[in-house]
Structures are given as C-alpha cells and as structure tokens.
C-alpha cells in the first residue's frame, strides 16, 4: 500500500520549483527593460590591394554578389557599378523574402550603405573605412543598428557581435580572397 504522506511532499517540491522559475523569469523581462535594444559590430581586414582597386571594384555588379554573405540568399545580380543613391535587392532562398541594400555615401576612404535584411525589418547602418598602407589596404567594416523583436531585442544586441560577426568575418575574407587572386 502506498503511502499518502509523500504525495504533499512533492506537491510541496513542485510549488518551490514553479515559484523559483517564475521569479527567474519575471527577473529576467525586468532586466530587459534596463538593457539597451541598440547594438555595434566591427571586423577588420588587411587586404594585399591598393584602395582604389578595393574602391573601384567593392560594388561592382559581378563582385558585390561574390562576396557579401547574405545568410540563405544572396545579393541580387546587376551590371554596372553601384554609385551613391543606387540600391539592389537580396534574394533568399525563400522566394517570399525580400531585402535591399542601398549605397548611402563613397569617398576615397569611407563607403556607407544601408541593408533591410527583409521587409519589416530595422534598417541595419553600415560602414566600411578604407586605409592605404603601402600597396594594403586596412578595411574597418562596423555595422550599427536597433533590434526590435519584443521581449527578445535586449538579449539579441547583447549577442550581436557573435551572432553576426561570423557573417562580416565571412565577408571580409571573401572579398579580401577574390581582390588578391583578381589583383
């Protein structure tokens, strides 16, 4: 026979266990509320180019799609060179996605553009700085930009350098990649 003893016992346990994850909880929206929702990424690279080559062909038709990683997509194809005001779109492999990226400002050292991820999503502000150093070329891409995914957009910019750090890295090494062996 079974005794009834141990049944509040475990009732008693369950109650301590719900109470402590829901104080974890509650603990962890308060604690969102103070974080910041806005986050910065920065990567850099030494290119074995000079900077006008890296400037002349970054935003080409035939190379931008070659080496901007686009997580399950990629940047649509387009002939010519991308001048300031211009934009081009971002295909996924879910055809419903849409995204684009448009060149805001080049100058002999500095290229920003914006990127929409995909349709509803914050615009996400970048900027590539470019330094001569002999025959290199310094590259500083730092990209910037406002999370707003609920609850979660704290969290997600706390983690953003990790999270999208390993697509500039990416990036960078493609780009870097195809201008020595195209230099």
């Not at 990567?43 to 900077?51: A, E, F, K, L, S």
């Not at 010519?80 to 100058?107: I, P, Q, T």
């Not at 002999?108 to 502000?125: A, C, H, I, M």
């Not at 999270?163 to 990036?171: D, L, T, Y």
């Amino acid at each position: 026979m079974v005794s009834n003893s141990s049944h509040p016992a475990a009732l008693y346990t369950l109650r301590k266990v719900t109470r402590v994850l829901a104080l974890l909880i509650l603990l962890l929206v308060v604690v969102g509320f103070f974080l910041p929702t806005t986050y910065q990424v920065e990567r850099q690279i030494v290119i074995n180019t000079p900077r006008n080559v890296v400037l002349e062909k970054m935003f080409q038709g035939d190379f931008l799609s070659r080496w901007l990683f686009v997580q399950n997509g990629q940047v649509d194809l387009f002939d010519g060179l991308l001048k300031a005001g211009d934009s081009v779109g971002l295909s996924y492999d879910d055809a419903s996605k849409r995204g684009e990226l448009m060149l805001v400002n080049v100058s002999s050292d500095r290229v920003r553009f914006d990127v929409r991820p995909k349709e509803g999503v914050n615009l996400v502000q970048n900027t590539i700085r470019l330094q001569s150093v002999g025959q290199t070329t310094h590259v500083q891409w730092t990209i910037a930009g406002d999370l707003s995914a609920g609850l979660l957009s704290p969290y997600l910019a706390v983690f953003a350098n990790s999270i999208a750090g390993h697509n500039f890295e990416k990036s960078l090494q493609q780009l870097k990649t195809l201008l020595e062996t195209n230099h």
